[in-house]
T-cell receptor, first 115, second 113 residues
Framework: DVKVTQSSRYLVKRTGEKVFLECVQD?????MFWYRQDPGLGLRLIYF???????EKGDIPEGYSVSREKKERFSLILESASTNQTSMYLC??????????????FGDGTRLSIL | AQSVTQPDIHITVSEGASLELRCNYS??????LFWYVQSPGQGLQLLLK??????LVQGIKGFEAEFKRSQSSFNLRKPSVHWSDAAEYFC???????????FGKGTMLLVSP
């Protein structure tokens, strides 16, 4: 089975801090994704990565950046955390696909609170 | 632009009753369709997927879904709901030439005794 591991289940940070959310997958997947999930809004794509050092902006990239130095690890960075970034963050991975026909596999999420 | 509509925000079903969760997508091309389930405090788990072929697809946990092109729908069904099915369900759509999925806003399923 694919295992996608997010480093923290719960995280509390302060406004203005630089925050790192880490995600690791063990199936040699090329593609990785970061979403945020908010009540009533579903999942919204922040960034995704085709492969190492390759990234694309999703629907809501503002205030975020990402890093993919190794194939198995995809990090989401909040450069200067703000209260409106309080949310559930989900990481996913999948096999390389030019289309969308490979399923994405999700981690358990990080619930981030910015005070 | 791609979009997915799950018209029901909440649904309550009695244990043992049948279930149908609705999903409609917009866009003209042949879609790739997915249903995911999210239990409280967990990530999303894939229930089933449709790419082509037989329009009735079987998934895990006794779920099935039917692709109806004429209605742009991909509704999820289960003949008899168990209390453990209480969760949030997400429909997602993708298309050839696009690398990402578009998710619906989710339907929360509550199961009453």
């Amino acid at each position: 089975d694919v295992k996608v591991t997010q480093s923290s289940r719960y995280l509390v940070k302060r406004t203005g801090e630089k925050v790192f959310l880490e995600c690791v997958q063990d199936m040699d997947h090329e593609n990785m994704f970061w979403y945020r999930q908010d009540p009533g809004l579903g999942l919204r794509l922040i960034y995704f990565s085709y492969d190492v050092k390759m990234k694309e902006k999703g629907d809501i990239p503002e205030g975020y950046s990402v890093s993919r130095e190794k194939k198995e690890r995809f990090s989401l960075i909040l450069e200067s955390a703000s209260t409106n970034q309080t949310s559930m963050y989900l990481c996913a991975s999948r096999l390389q696909s030019p289309n969308s026909n490979q399923p994405q596999h999700f981690g358990d999420g990080t619930r981030l609170s910015i005070l | 632009a791609q979009s997915v509509t799950q018209p029901d925000i909440h649904i309550t079903v009695s244990e043992g009753a049948s279930l149908e969760l609705r999903c409609n997508y917009s866009y003209g091309a042949t879609p790739y369709l997915f249903w995911y389930v999210q239990s409280p405090g967990q990530g999303l788990q894939l229930l089933l997927k449709y790419f082509s072929g037989d329009t009735l697809v079987q998934g895990i946990k006794g779920f099935e879904a039917e692709f109806k092109r004429s209605q742009s729908s991909f509704n999820l069904r289960k003949p008899s709901v168990h209390w453990s099915d209480a969760a949030e369900y997400f429909c997602a759509v993708g298309y050839s030439g696009y690398s990402t999925l578009t998710f619906g806003k989710g339907t929360m399923l509550l199961v009453s005794p």
